[in-house]
């Protein structure tokens, strides 16, 4: 049974002597905000190609509202524990602590997403499977090593930029712990494929020292070996991905003509249920009024319902007994659905999304080919090492050391870092320089 003031490491709520005005929580907030892997965010597609005319989300504005929701979720659940367990108000911890830390988990949730969205993790986990250039490594690392590269994981890529000293973020263990959703590596399969916390892998073979600290910081139960339970705020983090892009998506895509606006105000009433009052909509004669005004009542109603959700298998979540996705068990779990299943048929496989999915596909892979290729040549095959790799290599950034990187994974890692933090328009654009499709300076 995992211990609230163990998870939540009181001992390092109070404020420092020399910042009185803010908390560890909104310290790692802040530290987030202004940090380079979360600013690039602003540049990458959350589903939609970025229109001329017509907004619609970036992973930056998706991320910001997704940490929103988490807050309030945080908030309400705060309260909850704080009168279910007095001990917890008697370190002088306020729901606002709590509503901080599943705000900052939520906040970085896609920090370590790849240009193209999960498009771009397929084309990098392809790449090292299929690719001849990409499987030249597979000898060079060990069995562990690989299962990382052939299933690149944003989430696992996140935890990296958020544990990595060159980011400067240094987040609290609260935090760090709440946004990982799934506590094992790659290459450890749990025995019980039906708990959520088991779906995917949230870090690297290269971090797991760093996420075992945090468990036996938090005294988070292992599942097996090197696979633990879940710190107790990551299903909220889960939750509030799930609320924004069910919903958001849908409103993008009724915006962008794919959805029209009779069934996604139907979809949407669904779940505000009594709430909803049809006369009192058709006042507002704006389409987006509409939908704002839908989009506001529907997240309110998911909101509610998975608070409540969360308190009342907070027991259970603790034991470790209850493991899925909060979203799933509340009464709008149907309507969440059927957005769901609309979203698939009529957004995720539309024209435009799918054509930027294959350029995506294309853009990585070329990068990849290139610069992996250059960096083999140079560290274990010097005979095919030519000057136009030599030049490839110049278009590395500065803190890939060439001199002092040797082992094939780590090498690989530090390439996937700088790849996989570009901006969509910044891979695109690096592709077609290093393919000379555009010649720099005509």
Known sequence: MMNWEKLLLLEGLKPSDTDLQRSQFERDFDRIIFSAPFRNLQDKTQVFPLPENDF????????????????????????????????????????????????????????????????????????????????????????????DLINFEGNAQGFRMLVATRNGMNISPATLAAFTKYPRPAWCKSSDKKRRSQKKFGFY???????????????????????????PLAFLVEAADDICYSIIDLEDGCTLGLVSLDKTIALMADIIGERYDPEKLQKYSSPKQKLAIMRA??????????????????????????????????????????????????????????????????????????????????????EMFSGHNKSILRLLPEEHELETAHEAYFIMRGLLDFISGMTDKHALSLYRRVKGITIPGT
């Open 56 to 147: 619609v989300h970036t992973r930056l504005t998706h991320s910001l509202e997704v940490s929103s929701v988490g807050r309030s979720l945080g908030k309400t659940t705060g309260r909850f524990l704080l009168d279910k367990y007095p001990e917890l108000a008697s370190k002088n911890i306020q729901p606002f602590d709590i509503g901080g830390i599943v705000a900052t988990a939520a906040l970085a949730h896609d920090i370590g997403n790849p240009p193209f969205g999960h498009a771009g993790e397929e084309a990098i986990s392809d790449f090292f499977k299929f690719h001849a250039i990409g499987r030249k490594w597979e000898g060079k690392c060990q069995p562990n090593e690989w299962q």
């Open 297 to 382: 009542m529907a997240i309110s109603q998911l909101i509610n319902e998975t608070a409540m959700a969360f308190k009342e298998n907070e027991s259970a979540i603790l034991s470790g007994e209850f493991d899925k996705a909060l979203t799933e068990i509340i009464p709008s779990a149907a309507g969440l659905n059927a957005i769901t299943e609309l979203s698939v048929e009529k957004i995720y496989r539309s024209q435009p999304v799918l054509e930027k999915e294959a350029a995506g596909y294309q853009v990585l892979e070329g990068l990849l080919s290139t610069f992996s290729e250059a960096l083999y040549n140079y560290h274990f095959d010097k």
């Open 205 to 231: 073979t290269s971090n797991l020292k760093d996420y075992q600290v945090l468990t036996e910081e938090m005294g988070i139960p292992q599942l097996a070996e090197n696979c633990w339970m879940r710190h």
